[in-house]
C-alpha cells in the first residue's frame, strides 16, 4: 500500500498590513508533496503577496510557516539561515525575471554560481538537462530579447529547477500569452508534479490554466481563506463570491465553471 502524502509546507495563522490596510488576516493552508495548489481571488486581494511571505522576502505581522525538510518556523529564522531555506524553493515571476544582459545559459547559472561550488562542467549538464525539460535545448546561447513571452518564462522554469527544490511557486504563470504557450506552461506545471515529483504553489487568473494544473485549489477573499477543495468541489460551491468569480470566466467553448 503506498504511503500517503506528506505535508510539505503549513501555514498558520498569517496576518500582514501594509500602509495602513490589511493584506491578510490569519490565514491557514498546508502543501502535500506532489500537489499543485492553485490559489484564486479578486485582484490585490494578497495572493501575490502570500507567495512573497513564503519566499521570505516579506515578514508577516503574525504567524507561522513550517517547510517539511527544516521543521523551522520561516518566520522566525536569521536572513542567513533563510538564504539557505530558500535553496528549497523555486519561484517563477509573473515577468519571467531574466537578466537581458545575459544569455540564457548565464541566467540558468546564476543561482549555481552564486549558491553552490559546481564546477563549470557539472553547470553545464544540469543547464541542459532542464532546458531540455522545458523544451528549450537550442535556445542556450539566445538572449531574452530573442524569445518569445512564453519562452523567457519556461527559461525562467529551468532556471527555478536548477537547485532541485521542494517546491516550484508560480506568479500569473500564463498571464498575456496566447492559448498555445498558456498550454504548454500548463503543461511543465503537471510534468513537474507526474515525473520530477515537485510541489507547486500557482497563483492565477486564468481559469482554464487553473483547472487543468490544481489538484486542490484555495479561495482568499478579504483577506482569509474561506474555501478549500478539490477543482470539482469549485465548480459546485455555492459561495457566493466563489460563484461569481467563477461564472465570469468560460471555457471557450461556452460552458461556465460555476453551477447555473
Known sequence: MNAPPQKLIAMRGIKLRLAGKTILNGVDFSLYEDEVLVILGLSGGGKSTLLSILMG??????????????????????????NFIRMHIGMVYQNAALISSMTVRDNIA??????????????????????????????????????????????????????????????????GLDPIHSEAIDSLIIKLRDRQKVASIVVTHEMESAFAVATRMVFLHEGKIILEGTPEEFRQSDIPIVRQFLSSYEKHEGVCYANP
Open 110 to 175: 546564476l543561482p549555481l554560481r552564486e549558491l553552490t561550488t559546481k564546477s563549470e562542467k557539472e553547470i553545464d549538464a544540469i543547464i541542459e538537462q532542464k532546458l531540455e525539460l522545458v523544451g528549450l535545448e537550442d535556445a542556450e546561447q539566445k538572449l531574452p530579447s530573442e524569445l518569445s513571452g512564453g519562452m523567457q518564462k519556461r527559461v525562467g522554469l529551468a532556471r527555478a529547477l536548477v537547485m532541485e527544490p521542494l517546491l516550484v511557486l508560480f506568479d500569473e504563470p500564463t498571464a
Open 57 to 82: 522576502l516579506l515578514k508577516p505581522d503574525a504567524g507561522s510557516i513550517f517547510l517539511r525538510e527544516t521543521d523551522e518556523d520561516l518566520t522566525q529564522v536569521s536572513e542567513s539561515r533563510l
